[in-house]
């Protein structure tokens, strides 16, 4: 069973470029959800999708946003980038059935960093 | 608004010694509390729900509503326990997890 993968690992980009972040749920999970973790700090919810529908958003500005496809991978992207956007960003995939039981299965992260 | 808490950045003890990780939550619903911990080089991963109440390699946690409190317990700590320790409270829509600052543990030998 292949877990929950993202791409690309590590990325550096300039203040007001754009990124798109990429993440392959684990297979038989259809809801993914996307986390900001700056360093010393604790994961932040973003968004999470189910079906390829948002559902729910946590207090980030419309530049950040995001797509689920069919076969329920992922995506994120951050337009006009900010020097605070620079983070590990997490993705995390659950079942259908325990999708609000809280248990997450996580990826490795794509660690951003904007200059 | 929903806030967890987690006030200590760092928790050093020795091998064989009681450790506890505080985490104080602030919510208005009815709390669905979990741990999470990302051992070296590994991802963050799931340890206990307090809707289980269950023990997980020898950790416990319990819900105290009175105090806001969900601190995670184990009686002898051991090397392996080494890791970093997330607190993390469920919204009532099941969609959203906020986690606490975590608080690393170090268990010396």
């Known amino acids: 069973e292949t877990g929950v993968t993202q791409s690309p690992t590590h990325l550096i980009k300039t203040r007001g470029q754009q990124v798109t972040l990429r993440c392959s749920s684990q297979?038989?999970?259809?809801?993914v959800s996307w986390y900001q973790q700056a360093l010393g700090q604790g994961p932040q919810f973003i968004f999470q999708?189910?079906?390829?529908?948002?559902?729910g958003r946590g207090n980030f500005p419309p530049r950040f946003s995001g797509l689920q496809f069919p076969n329920y991978s992922s995506e994120l992207n951050v337009n006009a980038l900010e020097l605070d956007d620079s983070a590990l960003y997490l993705c995390?995939?659950?079942?259908?059935?325990?999708?609000?039981?809280?248990?997450?299965?996580f990826g490795e992260g794509s660690r951003l960093t904007v200059l | 608004a929903q806030r967890v808490t987690q006030p200590e950045k760092l928790l050093s003890v020795f091998k064989g010694a009681p450790v506890e990780l505080k985490c104080n939550y602030s919510?208005?619903?009815?709390?669905?509390l979990f741990w999470y911990v990302q051992y070296s080089r590994q991802r963050l991963q799931l340890l206990l729900r307090?809707?289980s109440r269950e023990s997980i390699k020898g950790f416990t946690a319990d819900l105290n509503k009175g105090e806001t409190s969900f601190h995670l317990k184990k009686p002898f700590a051991q090397e392996e326990d080494s890791a970093m320790y997330y607190c993390?409270?469920?919204?009532?829509?099941?969609?959203?997890?906020?986690f606490g600052g975590g608080t690393r543990l170090m268990v010396k030998p």
């Open positions: 995390a995939s659950s079942p259908a059935q325990r999708r609000d039981t809280g248990e997450l299965f």
């Open positions: 297979s038989g999970h259809n809801t």
């Open positions: 999708y189910y079906r390829e529908e948002e559902n």
């Open positions: 919510y208005s619903g009815s709390p669905e």
């Open positions: 307090h809707i």
């Open positions: 993390a409270l469920m919204n009532n829509a099941g969609n959203m997890l906020t």
